[in-house]
């Protein structure tokens, strides 16, 4: 496994989950516990990964990339027909199932699901995927994909009527990459046939070259990769000089 490009302004020893570093093994994962008041600092993710076709080819099951919680109180990034999906339950149950896209919490299932403009993965290309999630504070969510080699591709959400509902971690347990032995799988459901199913996530465990997954208790800013950034700040800086000639 290779450490992560880190497309958002955090630094990754700060990460509250470091699946390079953490065990997530087995039934409850890493972390386990009450993480009280800091939900309302929303939450990061940051995960690189290289799919193979087998994580690519499934609409009927999805695969886990990082998630944190259970079926009641959980969020998560996930991979369903190629494409990257982002789930999150709060104050719900593990009957309830997600509705994409559906930004509404008062739509009847206590959770909110987006998907990612950026379309179908390919299989064998690297990926830096951002999620940042903070639905107290600014009821925002936003997700950033860049493939090696491309461009920053960028989504935001605005989500509506909260309500009540605080808490998207549960139990705060996070896991990585992982399709088996973990228990429950953030804002995923136990209703048969879904295919954010448990049962169907069971099983279906990410088959490619799994990165660095980092997960941070707070929200944070998307941004380009460093190499991205001084590029274009060499850019502007020939500019400037062609401009004053």
């Given at each position: 496994m290779?450490?992560?490009?880190?497309?958002?302004?955090?630094?990754?020893?700060?990460?509250r989950f470091?699946?390079?570093?953490?065990?997530d093994?087995?039934?409850g994962?890493?972390g386990?516990?009450d993480?009280?008041?800091?939900n309302?600092?929303?939450?990061t993710?940051n995960?690189t990964f290289?799919?193979v076709?087998g994580d690519?080819?499934?609409?009927?099951?999805?695969v886990s990339?990082v998630e944190?919680?259970?079926?009641?109180?959980g969020?998560?990034?996930?991979?369903?027909?190629?494409?990257?999906?982002f789930i999150?339950?709060?104050?719900?149950?593990?009957p309830?199932?997600?509705?994409?896209d559906?930004?509404?919490?008062?739509?009847?299932?206590?959770?909110?699901?987006?998907?990612?403009?950026?379309?179908?993965?390919?299989?064998?290309?690297?990926y830096?995927?951002?999620v940042?999630?903070?639905?107290?504070?600014?009821?925002?969510?936003?997700?950033?994909v860049?493939?090696?080699?491309?461009?920053?591709s960028m989504?935001?959400?605005?989500?509506?009527?909260?309500?009540?509902?605080?808490?998207?971690?549960?139990?705060d347990s996070?896991?990585?990459?992982?399709?088996?032995?973990i228990?429950?799988?953030g804002?995923a459901?136990?209703g048969?046939?879904?295919?954010f199913?448990e049962?169907q996530?069971?099983g279906?465990?990410?088959?490619?070259?799994a990165?660095?997954a980092?997960?941070?208790?707070?929200?944070s800013?998307i941004?380009p990769?460093?190499?991205?950034?001084?590029?274009?700040g060499?850019?502007?800086?020939l500019?400037?000089?062609?401009?004053?000639?």
């Open positions: 290779s450490h992560a490009a880190i497309i958002v302004n955090l630094d990754p020893s700060t990460a470091d699946s390079l570093v953490d065990d093994s087995g039934p994962g890493f386990a516990g993480p009280g008041a800091e309302a600092n929303g939450l993710f995960v290289t799919p076709a690519l080819d499934s609409s009927t099951a999805a990339l944190i919680g259970g079926d009641a109180n969020s998560g990034l996930y991979l369903l027909g190629g494409e990257l999906h999150s339950k709060m104050n719900g149950s593990g309830n199932v997600p509705a994409f559906d930004l509404d919490w008062a739509s009847g299932n206590n959770m909110i699901g987006a998907t990612s403009s950026f379309g179908a993965l390919t299989a064998g290309t690297e830096s995927v951002a940042v999630f903070d639905p107290i504070t600014s009821a925002s969510l936003e997700i950033g860049l493939p090696t080699g491309g461009s920053l989504d935001s959400f605005s989500l509506l009527n909260i309500g009540t509902k605080n808490n998207w971690s549960g139990d996070a896991s990585a990459f992982r399709g088996t032995d228990g429950n799988f804002g459901s136990v048969t046939g879904d295919p199913e049962a996530i069971n279906n465990t990410f088959e490619g070259s990165g660095q980092l997960y941070w208790s707070r929200n800013m941004i990769e460093p190499s991205g950034l001084a590029f274009l060499l850019g502007l800086l500019l400037f000089g062609n401009r004053r000639r």
